[in-house]
């Protein structure tokens, strides 16, 4: 980890839903702190029905986590673009987040401890 970045375990069960349908649920999540900033719960992909993950072409760059590519939620009724992201390879000190996924909470998409 760095200075400004703490991930433990987040304990519980946590669900992550869009569009009404569950796309993921875990008892294996990480939460990650960054300074000020609001926890962001990280779910593993292994947890996650990534058949409604499509990887759209957008990358974003954070100089304490690396790149992060970023997925649109599609189901059946609706496209939440960009609406997640994951650090393929991220910088050594957040290497645990290797293999995870975060979501962008909206109207349209809820993460949520169950």
Known sequence: MTE??????????????SGGAILGETTNAL??????????????RSDIAMAFLDQ???VTHCPHKGDAVHFSI????????NAAWSYEDPIAGVAEIKGY??????????????
């Open 4 to 17: 400004l970045i703490t991930i433990r375990k987040a304990s519980g069960k946590w669900s992550v839903r």
């Open 31 to 44: 939460e990650l702190v960054e300074g000020d900033l609001a926890s962001v719960i990280y779910f593993p």
């Open 101 to 114: 996924l975060a979501f962008y909470p909206s109207d349209s998409v809820k993460v949520e401890q169950i």
């Open 56 to 58: 759209t072409d957008k």
């Open 74 to 81: 599609v189901n059946k009724s609706s496209t939440t673009e």
